[in-house]
T-cell receptor, first 114, second 113 residues
Framework: DGGITQSPKYLFRKEGQNVTLSCEQN?????MYWYRQDPGQGLRLIYY???????QKGDIAEGYSVSREKKESFPLTVTSAQKNPTAFYLC?????????????FGPGTRLTVL | AQSVAQPEDQVNVAEGNPLTVKCTYS??????LFWYVQYPNRGLQFLLK??????LVKGSYGFEAEFNKSQTSFHLKKPSALVSDSALYFC???????????FGSGTRLLVRP
């Protein structure tokens, strides 16, 4: 997990609330990613960013938003439009764009909707 | 469509015995293949990857994986399992023309003393 931090570790959200998950990396990586992990399923890509001020939707972007104003930061907002947000959220980064570059993961944030 | 299959939800092995965790893939173009390990409530840790070259890839903690192009497989192996190897293992793949990794559903490895 070294070099990538995610906060908070645990997050509880009430129905109708937006919440923001933090992801910071000090690896000087250009590319950053957000994944969602549900029990018994692999990781699913929410959003990714290959460079500052640019990002693209992944497979399950509905109900989520991101920003990439700084190279080291890629926060994810889970909006009230996300119908089933309870999951484990993982942030990753890689030195450059393209899957040839290994993605390194943060420790994750577990989000629970009350 | 691109996909990764890990056919076993759980693999049980005795400490000291060899272990194999299976993975097959379907991607467009040349495959890039990865193995990650996840301990409870933690992020994924990178173990090894295949990009090109030797079919046998060596990685962290004594793990290795064998790329088999004809069988489209990338099985993870270790000659002698440790109890501390017990964890969730993910295989991931992508084609060289793809922008994203596809992850398998994960295999839980349980090494008993």
């Amino acid at each position: 997990d070294g070099g990538i931090t995610q906060s908070p570790k645990y997050l509880f959200r009430k129905e109708g609330q937006n919440v923001t998950l933090s992801c910071e990396q000090n690896l000087n990586h250009d590319a950053m990613y957000w994944y969602r992990q549900d029990p018994g399923q692999g990781l699913r890509l929410i959003y990714y960013s290959q460079i500052v001020n640019d990002f693209q939707k992944g497979d399950i972007a509905e109900g989520y938003s991101v920003s990439r104003e700084k190279k080291e930061s890629f926060p994810l907002t889970v909006t009230s439009a996300q119908k089933n947000p309870t999951a484990f959220y993982l942030c990753a980064s890689s030195i450059g764009q393209g899957i040839v570059n290994t993605q390194y993961f943060g420790p994750g944030t577990r989000l629970t909707v009350l | 469509a691109q996909s990764v299959a890990q056919p076993e939800d759980q693999v049980n092995v005795a400490e000291g015995n060899p272990l194999t965790v299976k993975c097959t893939y379907s991607v467009s173009g040349n495959p890039y293949l990865f193995w990650y390990v996840q301990y409870p409530n933690r992020g994924l840790q990178f173990l090894l990857k295949y990009i090109t070259g030797d079919n046998l890839v060596k990685g962290s903690y004594g793990f290795e994986a064998e790329f088999n192009k004809s069988q489209t497989s990338f099985h993870l192996k270790k000659p002698s399992a440790l109890v501390s190897d017990s964890a969730l293992y993910f295989c991931a793949a992508g084609g060289d023309s793809s922008y994203k990794l596809i992850f398998g559903s994960g295999t839980r490895l349980l090494v008993r003393p």
